[in-house]
DNA sequence: TTGTAAGCGTTATCAA
DNA sequence: TTGATAACGCTTACAA
């Protein structure tokens, strides 16, 4: 048995009314009189009327509904950052598609699709690793979509709002951390070059060694594909090198747990016989024994911003085409623990 | 500059065919010819031609997409199911948004509204920790659309098919498990009892105290929210009861990572002093040092499951209101490591 | 095998 | 302040 749904026809039957005087009362405007909007609404709600955003998004050309699409949203980075978005959308009167590429270039482009097919109004998006070529978001933007990138951006693209942290200076600062703390043998896990944040932050870690006359050592500096069996891997093959680091700079979460776990379980003391810093936002980086000295990504204002800029351009008047895109760079934070500092108290 | 967007009338025009004819040759109608279909779609795609979803849902009252609604993506259990059911949706020609209740009423029925309006085909859903009625299903499926309930149910709903594992007897074997390992006096941290599987999970560890004629000691039963905050508060108010337990289930991964790291950081050896059990998908429960032994749910098998009982129901001829629906309930598999194990071997 | 035209449920444009 | 009616871009009888 198929029930139908209720439409404003059924709502203007109901207070023998015309559609037209539906519809504006539903979307409160002011030509209809106070007392009739009260009524409409209040028959949409005894029927049980439900707004059909298909229909509506036809007429108007907007559905109040923006994409996201990240890599994974199990990690805290992205978990977090979208939570932010959320609730920023939810703020300013929007519904959110949220969309993993899972790391793949092809999944990444059947999201595009995907958003664009749904007539999203804007699209938020951080990075595939896979991702080089950006000719499907060239395609949205070409559809008058307007896409935000954070975290992960794809810099040779005009015409996008980029947002990002200072990588190059987050790893400096780690770096510089640790050999403060006297490590004289630091080595680093990284990510895939292609993406240029792993890139930034290698040059980072590699710019702190020179800054402190420091050599840099090829054979101490790994780069993983971000997975856990790779992780691993790098950890292992890190902490057997020739010549063994006394302090381990990891570029994402992962690496940093596998690296202080396989450490431990070949009787290492951390942070005597070898410090690790990560990057995290995970909660059991301060749990952990021993804790995670990790550089701490601001993502709440990078969901908070990414979402603000992404209406800010829908919002434009699009007569000519001249909104101002703009590149924000952010801060991070080092949060020092124990895996750093072995004057840290376990124990907070 | 507003770009205008191509539509079949565009596509119809460039070829001199009717837009019915480049309706049908992109919709694999076999009645159009092979080489009209062809033709059709080259120069659609030529055209950068994309299929506006809102016109063709409008049309024939159905999406292709389906919501998922989960209490917060970045979860392990949550990430995985949610993984498998994009898979398993991407098969089968569907898309999917995902949306985070974040275990809040108010949100869950915000997500409900959207997802009515978007008009998905349908909703796959397991609920907050929040939610006690569940109206705003009722609405879904009055208006048609299936929901399906995975892990978190809503046993009271009628009409509705629901996939669960056997959380009695995964916490009656976990804590089985800790009593032939030798431990006398076994504790529980548990979620909020509203949530069925937290009341069977208690449920199944009492009867396994039971069954081995031990007592049932309400001071070492504790129960949290889920957040951080509370597993540690739950976690230290637990190991400094005054008679303290030897042994502790844990009904959710982040409680068991709270619990065995706080242990550590009061000096309590694990599993010597204090064993743990949780319930984890997480891979740092392999990772961590110790390791820990973890209740683990068949997640893959909930997802394509939930996803396949659901679009078995949207296919279901509708004209007579007799869809079979069911209960499935999976089994769960204890994997034991070294927090309940003094002889497993921390390195693998 | 293809074309014509009606219709999906809204919003927008006129007129009243 | 309201009503009639034409769009929006697609699918689908019904005709040819």
Redesign the pocket.
């Known amino acids: 048995m198929i029930k139908k749904?209720?439409?404003?026809?059924d709502v203007?039957k109901a207070l023998?009314?015309?559609?037209?005087?539906?519809?504006?009362?539903?979307?409160n405007?002011?030509?209809?009189?106070a007392?009739?909007?009260r009524k409409v609404k209040q028959m949409a709600e005894k029927l049980g009327?439900?707004?059909?955003a298909?229909?509506?998004g036809?007429?108007?050309?907007k559905t109040k509904t923006i994409g996201v699409i990240v890599p994974q949203i199990n990690r805290e980075f992205f978990a977090q950052t979208v939570r932010s978005i959320e609730d920023t959308a939810f703020e300013m009167g929007y519904s959110v598609m949220i969309c993993q590429s899972h790391d793949s270039y092809l999944k990444e482009q059947a999201n595009i699709n995907t958003l664009m097919s749904s007539r999203v109004d804007g699209i938020i998006v951080s990075l595939a690793l896979e991702t080089t070529d950006l000719k499907h978001f060239e395609k949205a933007i070409d559809a008058d979509i307007p896409v935000v990138f954070f975290d992960r951006v794809g810099l040779e693209l005009p015409n996008t709002t980029k947002i990002m942290v200072d990588n190059f200076s987050s790893a400096h600062k780690a770096t510089s951390h640790l050999i403060q703390q006297g490590y004289k043998h630091i080595g680093y896990i990284g990510g895939p070059l292609m993406r240029q944040i792993f890139e930034e932050r290698l040059g980072g870690y590699k710019q702190a060694l020179i800054d402190h006359n420091m050599p840099i050592d090829d054979s101490i500096i790994e780069k993983t594909d971000l997975t856990q069996q790779d992780c691993y891997r790098a950890a292992k093959s890190i902490l057997h090198a020739s010549n063994p680091p006394d302090a381990i700079l990891c570029a994402n979460h992962l690496t940093s747990v596998n690296t202080i776990f396989y450490a431990m379980s070949i009787n290492r003391i951390i942070p005597n016989d070898v410090a690790v810093v990560g990057f995290s936002e995970n909660p059991i980086a301060e749990l952990m024994i021993p804790s995670l000295t990790a550089v701490r990504q601001p993502c709440y204002e990078m969901g908070k911003l990414a979402m603000q800029k992404l209406v800010e351009e829908i919002d434009f008047d699009q007569e000519m085409n001249n909104f101002i895109h703009s590149t924000i760079v952010l801060d991070t934070k080092l949060d020092v623990r124990a895996s750093s500092n072995g004057s840290f108290a376990a124990n907070n």
Chains 1, 2 share one sequence.
Do not use: C, G, W
């Open positions: 749904k209720i439409n404003i026809y203007a023998d009314v015309s559609i037209s005087t539906v519809s504006r009362a539903l979307n405007n002011p030509k209809i009189s007392d009739t909007t009327f439900q707004k059909n298909l229909a509506s036809l007429m108007t050309n």
